[in-house]
T-cell receptor, first 109, second 111 residues
Framework: GIQVEQSPPDLILQEGANSTLRCNFSDSVNNLQWFHQNPWGQLINLFYIPSGTKQNGRLSATTVATERYSLLYISSSQTTDSGVYFCAVVKNNNNDMRFGAGTRLTVKP | DGGITQSPKYLFRKEGQNVTLSCEQNLNHDAMYWYRQDPGQGLRLIYYSQIVNDFQKGDIAEGYSVSREKKESFPLTVTSAQKNPTAFYLC??????????FGPGTRLTVL
């Protein structure tokens, strides 16, 4: 099946810093999503981005489908950005979503 | 409010017991999913259903069963055959193959 690799596994930032999270996938995909999992376990949708670039406030994402990677940018990080960020992909429109292992982000005040 | 609800939030089970986790959505989504998350890991797909009365196994279906009798509901039963059921269980729904939206999860602990 399709492999999803996220890097780095852990990231510690000072409040106000910028960061880039990466997601590599092993095959072509029809769907790619970025999620933020808060400390209570809730998964929050950040972006649905099988290709192209999107921005939402301090967050933006870019997926280069032909090169099989996606990047999530967090600018001016805040302590509330802490948590685990997951990339997940779907191949062939079969609704079988595969998750990466996540990047654990800690933003210190 | 529209959304996905899961109950209970916490569930404790004795070894050898079956338990059923509830998932309900009022988003009018066709597809629903169950995932399992172990500590420090990503989510793994247990089962998914694209329409009523139909469902498919995911990667880790052994020891689990589901039903989809109504569009709004997709309950998951963790059977006694599941060797290591302690985990965080997340339900999701989507309109076709579009964005998946997740419920708040159920933490299951086997005593």
């Amino acid at each position: 099946g399709i492999q999803v690799e996220q890097s780095p596994p852990d990231l510690i930032l000072q409040e106000g810093a910028n960061s880039t999270l990466r997601c590599n996938f092993s095959d072509s995909v029809n769907n790619l999503q970025w999620f933020h999992q808060n400390p209570w376990g809730q998964l929050i949708n950040l972006f649905y981005i099988p290709s192209g670039t999107k921005q939402n406030g301090r967050l933006s994402a870019t997926t280069v489908a032909t090169e099989r990677y996606s990047l999530l940018y967090i600018s001016s990080s805040q302590t509330t950005d802490s948590g685990v960020y997951f990339c997940a992909v779907v191949k062939n429109n079969n609704n079988d979503m595969r998750f990466g292992a996540g990047t654990r982000l800690t933003v210190k005040p | 409010d529209g959304g996905i609800t899961q109950s209970p939030k916490y569930l404790f089970r004795k070894e050898g017991q079956n338990v059923t986790l509830s998932c309900e959505q009022n988003l009018n989504h066709d597809a629903m999913y169950w995932y399992r998350q172990d500590p420090g890991q990503g989510l793994r797909l247990i089962y998914y259903s694209q329409i009523v009365n139909d469902f498919q196994k995911g990667d880790i279906a052994e020891g689990y069963s589901v039903s989809r009798e109504k569009k709004e509901s997709f309950p998951l039963t963790v059977t006694s055959a599941q060797k290591n059921p302690t985990a965080f269980y997340l339900c999701a729904s989507s309109l076709g193959g579009d964005t998946q939206y997740f419920g708040p999860g159920t933490r299951l602990t086997v005593l």
